[in-house]
């Protein structure tokens, strides 16, 4: 996720980091090249190929794909921003769940189980941020856990979800054996059943893209739109069409572009969200809670924040 001040206009002119510009530039250059051909074939042969197409379809047909281009994106963000509540969530549930081991389970009678309780909600967050980053759950949730915790979750569907698993049910027999009410039972399993709620929405915004076939009208939309708006341009703006139909496939092409970011916000993109900076979030709530040092938050490099 880019993290910055407001830029000034040097800025705002020039700065790479986090521009949708790279992803676009090779289909904006293609268009202007072409616009460049339409002027120099209007410019030498005026009576054989007029340009006289006008610009008023164009402006018809350019309002409407920016409000179809406002729908998409509009979709997409809140597609990112419903991933961020979710995890928002997680580092909420994690604080409580801390809050309510500290007083059901205290130190010093039930060490070991709050410990490992703990532990497990860490592995959870790293299970789910490999999960939707589609990397190896199994070797980002180990490290937080006992080789003989660890061994029962390889091979298992969802390893996320194998975790949250094994913490209910070391608290069910604490639970059986005495140690707790069925109502402090109740209370920790609502913590647990809401981290289940955040896996679930964030495998439904990973596993429900937008339908293809909105996308693909779009973009063809775009693209024809884009290539000829210089027979509408070129007879009254002559050598300034190239600039504007520049300007133009620039704005659509990178809404489409960012719209693509946005729609899986859980990638390495530079505007997805910072997972490994939320996870740190939970590894600081966990350490603390077990009486550890945290490490520092992650800090924005090159604006960015991972």
Known sequence: MIVRSRPNLMAVLFTLQGSILPRVALKVSFITAAAFGVVAVERAWPHPFPMSAGIGPFTLVGLALSIFLS?????????????????????????????????????????????????????????????????????????WLAETEAAPLRGRPSVADAVLVHLTADLGRTQRAGALTDIQFGLLEQKIAALGQVQIVCERIQGTPLPFAYTLLLYRTAWIYCLLLPFGLAGTLGWVTPLVTALVAYTFFGLDALGDELEDPFGTEPNDLPLDALVRVVEGIVLDALGEPAPPPLTPEGFVLR
Not at 76 to 93: F, M, P, Q, S, V
Not at 123 to 138: G, K, Y
Request: hydrophobic share 50%.
């Open 71 to 143: 729908f998409r994106n509009g979709a997409c963000y809140d597609r990112w921003w419903e991933a961020r509540k979710a995890w928002g969530t997680l580092i909420l549930e994690a604080r409580a769940f801390a809050r309510l081991l500290g007083a059901l389970l205290p130190e010093e009678r039930h060490g070991e189980l709050r410990s490992r309780a703990l532990k497990r909600v860490m592995a959870f967050a790293q299970a789910l941020r490999a999960q939707m980053r589609r990397e190896d759950e199994m070797a980002a949730a180990s490290p």
